[in-house]
């Protein structure tokens, strides 16, 4: 089989030799793969794993050592084939891309900074989705969003704690406070306040159990995705990923509750603007999985798990519950004066006028 130009293990997979004729790699029980009963030179070759490699010269050392190139051409498309290996080429382009994506996070408590720190961060803890700590990357990429910008008001407070604001930061202007925060992890991060035009990939809508309503109406006209990342009753709630024209809105689910409930637009107009509680461990979880449903968004590289879904978090049950959602028959969504937002590499972005 054709082999891609660079390889690598699969991001965050461990191996490890077990003798010298077998090697282990990745360490779950369902998904680890152990490769035995293999050529010394063989097992030599995918040690050279751990680091991103051209698979020419990488089977050019194993037949110098010994090795049938056909076998060893063979065993690399067989663990490429099973996900244990890589194309790092195609790894190394969506690292590239997240450079020159532009994200807007609106909010004022501890999700809107935990999903900052988290986008600034990306890629840059520990063995990255490219490569070990330390490895040059094309461009300059290495995982993390390109340019974050945050919509916050007020000062912080101890509710704010945890998801990367220190204690020293209590009283100070939140988005300040937030934009140290991301030097502290990155020191060449910028984290800056939108300007008067902007047209991001993705809207993160975080903290307010309901959204403002005129934000919400602008990003819909003017075909921004969007998603929420918020708390409710104790429970981390995520989703859904909104890409205005192809996806239930925000409006649909509300729609959809007040087919059940008669009483809820009353209710969700009483949410506007109002934070959730939970206990600090699922406000941390909260934040890193709404980082990583942003991510998974701006990347594009399969179907994020929040398209037309909510991601239900309840950290001391240890459950994570999927709630699907469809648009809703009496919601204009999907109507022709909306654009037909994408989020990652797609068309052109919608304009965020303030």
Not at 75 to 88: F, I, K, N, T
Not at 202 to 230: K, S
Not at 297 to 303: G, Q
Request: proline residues 10%.
């Amino acid at each position: 089989m054709d082999l891609p130009p660079l390889l690598s293990l699969a991001p965050h997979r461990t191996l490890l030799p077990v003798g010298a004729r077998t090697r282990r790699i990745g360490l779950c029980p369902d998904a680890g793969l152990l490769a035995d009963d293999l050529d010394p030179p063989l097992a030599l070759m995918l040690d050279e794993l751990g680091s991103v490699v051209a698979p020419g010269p990488l089977v050019e050392r194993a037949a110098a050592r010994g090795a049938d190139p056909s076998a060893a051409r063979a065993l690399l498309g067989s663990l490429l084939d099973a996900g244990a290996v890589v194309d790092a080429s195609a790894v190394r382009r969506v690292a590239a891309r997240r450079a020159h994506h532009v994200v807007l996070v609106v909010g004022d408590g501890p999700l809107a900074a935990g999903v900052v720190t988290g986008l600034v961060g990306a890629g840059l803890v520990g063995a990255g989705p490219v490569g070990p700590v330390g490895e040059a990357h094309p461009g300059g990429a290495d995982g993390r969003v390109g340019t974050v910008h945050l919509a916050a008001d007020g000062v912080v407070g101890g509710a704010d704690l945890g998801t990367g604001l220190l204690d020293a930061d209590r009283g100070a202007r939140r988005g300040k406070a937030v934009a140290r925060a991301a030097a502290r992890l990155v020191p060449d991060a910028v984290v800056t306040p939108p300007p008067q035009r902007l047209s991001p990939d993705l809207v993160v809508l975080a903290d307010a159990q309901a959204p403002p309503a005129r934000l919400v109406d602008r990003l819909l006209d003017d075909g921004v995705a969007h998603l929420p990342v918020r708390l409710r009753d104790g429970v981390g709630v995520v989703g859904p990923l909104v890409l205005p024209g192809r996806t239930a809105c925000l409006r649909c689910l509300d729609l959809h509750r007040a087919d059940r409930d008669p009483g809820w637009p009353g209710v969700a107009a009483q949410l506007a603007g109002r934070p959730g509680r939970a206990d600090p461990a699922c406000v941390v979880a909260t934040a890193a999985l709404g980082t990583a449903q942003a991510l998974a968004a701006l990347d594009a590289s399969a179907r994020p798990p929040v398209l037309d879904a909510v991601l239900e978090l309840d950290v001391a049950a240890a459950t994570l519950v999927t709630r699907h959602w469809s648009r809703h028959p009496r919601c204009p969504c999907g109507g022709a004066r909306h654009a037909r937002a994408t989020c990652g590499g797609g068309p052109p972005r919608g304009r965020l006028e303030s």
